[in-house]
């Protein structure tokens, strides 16, 4: 059976919707800004159709990623996780943002709770392991509701704490930081939980560490996540 395209019934190309799509996701920019930057390329569309795109069309985009991803990953040696969790306001009232992130920087979950009891932190860690598997390494903070957590699922004997050795799990939350300034904070858990896993799947997937490679090699790999973003939602 064909699979049908996300795009048919839409008049504007689907060029268009992923490009419109992917700056408002990727880059701190507001939905007047995307459509300031649209206008200068000839675009006319109003920043409304910027927020149904992004809310019809990111999900798919981002779950389409993550699936090519996934496999992937679980191929891993010595894999080693990072655990981390950030405060957010939602409205002045103050909620979680839990996030994994790997050896390499690659943001494996994120989950939003109301609190980071033991509860709450065996939530993340179960949802995580059903999509991506186990680690071999389990890096964490001090808080006592990781260690709880884990003598539930029995990963006591993996769990490693330090003052410095989680500084890749705190890293990865300045791309979040930066993208929630942007959009003056977020009103409901619903959307911010919506927004951070699409977030996560396209940062993942346009984040070719430059630091590692020379400038050719570098080109060739942005080059080819640019490639595979456009071929996104083709059936």
Known sequence: MTKRSPFRYFKTSPEIIRLAVMM???FPLSLRNVEDLLHERGIDI??????????????LFAAEIRKNRV???????????????????????????WRAVDHEGEV????????RDRKAAFKFLRKTM??????DV??????????????????????ETGR????????????????????LRFRRIR?????????????????????????????????????EWRSLGVS
């Open 71 to 97: 496999s992937q990953m679980r191929a891993y040696s010595n894999w080693q996780w990072h655990l981390d969790e950030v405060f957010v306001k939602i409205n002045g009232e103050t909620h979680y943002l």
């Open 130 to 135: 059903i999509r991506h598997g186990s680690a």
């Open 164 to 183: 410095w050795l989680n500084n890749r799990a705190e890293n990865s939350h300045q791309p979040f930081r930066r993208r929630e300034r942007a959009m």
């Open 24 to 26: 408002y996701v990727r």
């Open 191 to 227: 959307s911010l939980q919506k927004f951070v896993s699409v977030h996560a799947s396209v940062h993942n997937h346009f984040n070719q560490e430059r630091h590692l490679y020379n400038r050719s090699n570098f080109k060739l790999n942005r080059a080819a996540a640019l490639t």
């Open 108 to 115: 494996l979950e994120s989950f939003v709770t109301k609190r």
């Open 138 to 159: 389990f890096v964490t903070e001090k808080l006592r509701s990781y260690g709880a957590a884990m003598k539930v699922i029995g990963n006591v004997d993996k769990q």
């Open 46 to 59: 109003s920043y409304e159709t910027v927020r149904f795109w992004w809310n019809r069309f990111g999900p």
